[in-house]
Structure formats: C-alpha cells, structure tokens
C-alpha cells in the first residue's frame, strides 16, 4: 500500500506560479511512475504530467507543455508539479497519482490517489 501526501495548492493570479509536492510512504512495483490529474467542475479528470523515479521518462499533456515541470527527490520519496505562467483554465483540483509507469498514468491507469488539492488561479 502506498500512501501519497499533497501539499501546496491554493489561489493565485494568473500569469503567476505554484509549485505542488508529493510525498509517498513508500516505493513499489506499483508505483514506479508518479504523476498528476486534475479535475475541473463539471469536467473529467485528466492527466496533467507524470515522472517515473528513475527520472528518465516524464508525460505531459499539450496543455501545460512548456509552462509545468515535474521533477523528483528520490532521497524523500518525493515528486513535485512546478506550474508557471498559470492561467484561468488551470483551476481544478489536483491529485497526485501513482501507477506501473509513465505510460500507464497517461492512460488513466493509476493504483493510488492522494486525497486531492485546489488550485485557483484569477484572471
């Protein structure tokens, strides 16, 4: 069982710039690769970015390309979502996810979910 621990969301203007963590307890097969969704209201959740720990692969959607960056610190289990130049559509709440791979969270195959964190970003 992998526990993952979210921090930093919050309200921001847009243009400006969050940075997410996210700690797992513990490493596993399972959970080779970390990532993030995020979930609109009235809309389905999508994949944002993901890492796998070895830091060799990462996903993004087209969406933030070029504006976030998932990174890991492998020493405290930890991935974070550096989002810059933030705009009004990238309101949601964001969960970090775990799964196999890459691959396998850009296909929406995830194995853990944190317990989500808002993100508002004003226009």
């Known amino acids: 069982q992998v526990k993952l621990v979210e921090s930093g969301g919050g309200l921001v203007q847009a243009g400006g710039s969050l940075r997410l963590s996210c700690a797992a307890s513990?490493?596993?097969?399972?959970?080779?690769?970390v990532g993030w969704f995020r979930q609109a209201p009235g809309k389905e959740r999508e994949f944002v970015a993901s890492?796998?720990?070895?830091?060799?692969?990462?996903g993004y959607t087209d969406s933030v390309k070029g504006r976030f960056t998932v990174s890991r610190d492998n020493a405290i289990n930890t991935v974070y979502l550096q989002m810059n130049t933030l705009k009004p559509e990238d309101t949601a709440v964001y969960y970090c996810a775990a799964g196999k791979s890459v691959r396998a969270l850009q296909s929406a195959q995830v194995d853990y979910w944190s317990q989500g964190t808002q993100v508002t970003v004003s226009s």
């Open positions: 890492i796998n720990w070895s830091g060799s692969s990462t």
């Open positions: 513990t490493r596993t097969a399972s959970s080779g690769a």
